[in-house]
Nanobody, 121 residues
Framework: QVQLVESGGGLVQSGGSLRLSCVAS????????MDWYRQAPGKQRELVAS???????NYGESVKGRVSISRDNAKNAAYLQLNNLKSEDTAVYYC???????????????WGPGTQVTVSS
């Protein structure tokens, strides 16, 4: 069974930095896109960053200039560097991957359970 696991969340002071990691495990044939989303209490889930297998990147408007996404395709991993964190960045951060498991013919979209990021002012 293919699954995603995030790590690296925690409590950080305003202005600080965090690096989140996401690893896809299981029998995977191909990973197309890896995304990071976040959801703050009472708000809709929003895109933070997205990177496809060609290296094309998109960032959410609210975080542009403060975040950086990267991938290690050999490890089926994605990373999110968060800099100059603000209290409004407090949220659960989710990793999503569009990938094809070995036993599947089509791409599937799967989510990780999320990792909490709390920024104190």
């Amino acid at each position: 069974q293919v699954q995603l696991v995030e790590s690296g969340g925690g409590l950080v002071q305003s202005g600080g930095s965090l690096r989140l990691s996401c690893v896809a495990s299981g029998r995977i044939a191909y990973v197309n896109v890896m995304d990071w989303y976040r959801q703050a209490p009472g708000k809709q889930r929003e895109l933070v960053a997205s990177m496809n297998d060609n290296g094309n990147i998109n960032y959410g408007e609210s975080v542009k200039g403060r975040v950086s996404i990267s991938r290690d395709n050999a490890k089926n991993a994605a990373y999110l560097q968060l800099n100059n964190l603000k209290s409004e960045d407090t949220a659960v951060y989710y990793c999503r991957s569009t990938l094809r498991p070995l036993d599947a013919q089509r791409l599937q979209s799967i989510w990780g359970p999320g990792t909490q990021v709390t920024v104190s002012s």
